[in-house]
């Protein structure tokens, strides 16, 4: 065996050390792990602590010679990090603990041990002679095995206590389950189109002894499927992924083994992507992820900047990865993505910004996996092991998120972010959502953004979720959890642009191949308007007041006792009196509006409605005046005036009304006076309606 491990096909990379019994961990895997374990284990409080791991806390974590000998020192880690408070209780239960001359310093070496031993049985471990032989990893084994009868006592007392069938019943209920769902949720691989076709993939799968299926739920045995929101992506039952990792397809990176959530990120930015604009990848995930985006837009002329790749060597082994995979419109960018100023003109192309901030990783069935491919934040680990994360940490994280969301906004270039997590915590989701879209642009160009539906197919058991303009899948047997926002810029009236103007430029960019392209209509309409004649357009406020003064002064005069040798010449239209009107724009309301003109009696005032429909802007109506015949005012019967009080005849008030030629009312209209309305133009001769009873 080598200095990582031994183990019946060593080829399988990532996988977790309890998917295989055949697992045999190396001196140097013993070592590795331990130094890990120092640097995430809970400290307690003081009055708490039964067993003490010294004060090397800040020792630097070790370097790995290979991603697999990385993983498993990982994994052994985080296996005793979940059990930590069973593992101290056996050592101290069976006395091992305070018998042993071993200093504190050597603590974490003896937990990450006891866990191999007890899940080996406690059999002894089959040592390779071409494996190095570190002294305190083998004086510590042989004190174990020494005790091995002390220690599975102890274990049976501690499951009895609990009436565990198993130490995984130990555990709490959220890490239980997320521990059994690193068992089933099924292996997610997408196509690299830049090396391979469909076509190819599916025969060489079928010629490899594969079946396909229709859903996930019938993967069993040597199946797959074709996942539901991204037709790239092939699912695999979980149990094949040692088998994968030998294929030829999957070794040359055809074929990429990668959680769905990052598929889905790439999807949501390939389906709001242009063909001219760039892509901003905000945060220095994995190599894969980025690859993926690239192939999704290869057929693109645009380019995709990475930011945050600050060493020399991660930016050498990103290099020869895009290389091997055929990727070649990427670039890396040193600086942090909030370091880096809007104005920057390397980045005055980019139209989309994907967001993949730092989250808990809480809705991940196997934690180490995930940050480890993704280059995330180990001590996460610590929490996840305890099945939540407290409030402070969430509080920052969600903090560190806002505040990249909100940098994003102030690129006002940018029209769309796709922010996604893995998360299944409000703060880190919608609670970051619905901040940022408060966020206000002090100075900066640009519309507000908005949240925009998912931009991926969805099935009706996430409609709900869609519904509010998001993502959200929970955590299941055949998914990790996933949380994806899609904002978009609003955008601007003015800036909408007609269907002439989009043909002129795709004209402009040679994409119509000599189709003819219809002037803009705005430019016509503009030209249209500034041909108006002046007299066409509409009345003034001062002349419209003018004219009511002497509608108003006329009716006065029908006062006087003249009004009967006036009656004559009022019957006919008088010139001064026809009035051209016009409306600015055609009224859009179905009802018919009503002017209201204020007229002046001798002792009171009346308001007179008159109907007014809207017409078209190009047509003028000529006013005609139509006489109406008021009442006569009578005293009452028994009224009886003085001598002195000279009683004049009655007046017959008269009304005129201005109306179209070609106006009509119905006979059974409310005022009987305006069937006089609707005679023709030859008829200029009208009866007085009297009222039946004398007004008083």
Not at 627 to 643: D, N, W
Request: charged fraction near 25%.
């Amino acid at each position: 065996m080598s200095d990582q491990s031994s183990v019946e096909g060593d080829s399988v990379v990532g996988n977790s050390p309890r998917l295989s019994e055949n697992v045999t961990y190396s001196d140097q895997i013993y070592i590795n792990a331990a130094r890990i374990f120092q640097s995430i284990y809970r400290r307690k409080p003081p009055d708490r602590i039964l067993v003490s791991y010294g004060n090397d806390s800040g020792l630097p974590l070790p370097v790995f010679k290979d991603e697999k000998s990385q993983r498993w020192s990982y994994e052994l880690a985080y296996s005793a990090l979940k059990y930590q408070d069973l593992l101290e209780t056996i050592l101290l239960v069976s006395g091992f603990y305070h018998s042993q001359p071993l200093p504190d310093e050597m603590t974490s070496l003896v937990v990450v041990m006891l866990y191999d031993f007890q899940d080996r049985k406690f059999q002894p471990r089959a040592v390779s002679n071409k494996d190095e032989v570190i002294e305190d990893v083998r004086e510590i084994e042989a004190f174990l095995y020494s005790y091995k009868t002390k220690l599975a006592a102890a274990l049976a007392k501690c499951r009895i206590k609990h009436a565990a069938p198993t130490i995984d019943y130990i555990l709490p209920e959220t890490v239980r389950k997320q521990e059994q769902r690193a068992f089933t949720v099924p292996l997610y691989a997408w196509i690299n189109a830049a090396k391979t076709s469909f076509t190819e993939v599916f025969n060489t799968l079928k010629r490899e002894g594969f079946t396909k299926v229709d859903l996930p739920s019938d993967l069993h045995g040597n199946t797959y499927c074709v996942d539901e929101h991204c037709q790239d992506l092939l699912v695999f039952p979980a149990h094949l992924k040692e088998e994968l990792n030998t294929m030829e397809m999957f070794i040359d990176l055809k074929l990429i083994i990668q959680d769905k959530s990052l598929s889905l990120a790439a999807h949501s930015v390939k389906a709001l992507h242009n063909m001219d604009g760039d892509i901003i990848v905000a945060n220095p995930c994995s190599g894969f992820t980025i690859a993926h985006l690239s192939v999704l837009t290869n057929h693109c002329a645009c380019n995709i900047f990475v930011c945050g790749v600050k060493s020399e060597s991660r930016d050498e082994e990103l290099q020869e990865l895009f290389r091997n995979m055929e990727c070649k419109n990427i670039k890396m960018l040193k600086e942090s993505f909030t370091d880096i100023e809007p104005s920057d003109v390397r980045l005055q192309k980019a139209k989309l910004i994907l967001l993949l901030p730092q989250c808990s990783v809480s809705g991940i069935g196997n934690p180490v996996d995930f940050i480890l491919n993704e280059h995330g934040d180990t001590s996460l680990l610590q929490d996840l092991s305890q099945g939540s994360v407290p409030v402070d940490k969430l509080s920052d994280l969600a903090k560190q998120q806002l505040s990249e969301i909100n940098h994003a906004m102030k690129f006002s270039k940018v029209q769309a972010i796709v922010y996604c997590t893995c998360s299944v915590y409000e703060e880190e989701n919608e609670g970051v959502i619905n901040q940022a879209l408060q966020f206000k642009m002090e100075g900066i160009k640009g519309q507000a953004y908005r949240l925009s539906p998912p931009v991926v197919p969805i099935s009706s058991s996430q409609m709900e979720s869609a519904l509010h303009k998001f993502l959200k899948l929970e955590p299941s047997d055949i998914l990790n959890g996933c949380f994806l926002a899609v904002l978009t810029r609003e955008v601007a009236i003015a800036e909408s642009l007609s269907p002439q103007d989009i043909l002129a430029r795709a004209a402009s960019k040679g994409l119509l191949n000599g189709i003819g392209v219809p002037k803009s209509p705005k430019k016509d309409e503009k030209r249209k308007k500034s041909k108006v004649p002046l007299h066409r357009t509409i009345l003034s406020t001062a002349n419209a007041q003018e004219k009511v003064n002497d509608f108003i002064n006329r009716e006065n005069n029908l006062r006087s006792p003249r009004a009967a040798t006036l009656k004559h010449d009022q019957t006919s239209p008088q010139k001064n009196l026809n009035y051209t009107l016009q409306s600015r724009k055609p009224q859009k309301q179905s009802g018919i509006p009503i002017m209201s003109m204020t007229m002046k009696k001798p002792n009171n005032l009346f308001s007179l409605p008159i109907p007014v429909r809207p017409k078209p802007e190009d047509k003028m109506i000529v006013l005609k005046p139509v006489q109406i015949m008021l009442p006569p005012v009578t005293l009452p019967f028994q009224y009886s005036p003085s001598p002195t009080v000279k009683i004049r005849s009655p007046v017959h008030y008269q009304h005129q009304r201005w109306h179209s030629g070609a106006r009509s009312y119905p006979q059974n209209s409310f005022n009987p006076a305006m069937s006089a309305v609707g005679k023709t133009k030859e008829s200029t001769s009208f009866t007085a309606v009297w009222h039946p009873k004398p007004w008083h």
